[in-house]
């Protein structure tokens, strides 16, 4: 999965243009679970994530291919980690992205996504990414019926 995961984020400069935190995200996907969106074999998407209690996860990296955006790849990698959390009991699964207080309009599509898919914003802070606001956001996962 290391693999996949340096060719997409080399995809997404916008969005992933530190080589340190690159170097990191790559090296995580080798001891993180995660998930690939494949389109026939090629891979197209990714998503890392952690659990950090068995009621809480957080989505460490998501990462598609610009030629697969608004395509509904990520929506399925966000709609598969959630039912797959939630049938292991998972209640909780937050993600961090760039805050609001930050002018990229990137980001602003980033928020939205995950405001649609259901995460609702819970703080901001400049303590966790030195220079660059973070937003934390949760969702609340169903519990399996």
């Not at 993180?32 to 090629?42: H, I, K, N, Q, Y």
């Not at 797959?84 to 209640?91: E, N, T, V």
């Amino acid at each position: 999965m290391a693999e996949t995961t340096a060719r997409l984020l080399d995809r997404l400069p916008s969005w992933f243009g530190v080589p340190e935190a690159n170097a990191e995200y790559v090296e995580s996907a080798t001891r993180l679970p995660g998930l690939v969106a494949r389109s026939d074999t090629e891979p197209i998407g990714v998503l890392l994530y952690r659990r950090h209690f068995a009621e809480a996860a957080e989505i460490h990296l998501m990462a598609v291919a610009p030629s697969w955006h608004r395509r509904g790849v990520g929506r399925e990698l966000i709609r598969t980690i959630t039912q797959d959390l939630s049938i292991d009991g998972c209640r909780l699964l937050q993600v961090k992205t760039l805050g609001a207080t930050h002018p990229d309009p990137g980001y602003a599509g980033t928020r939205a996504f995950y405001q649609s898919m259901g995460f609702l914003p819970l703080e901001e802070t400049g303590a966790l990414w030195p220079g660059n606001p973070c937003l934390i956001m949760v969702k609340w996962l169903p519990r399996p019926s």
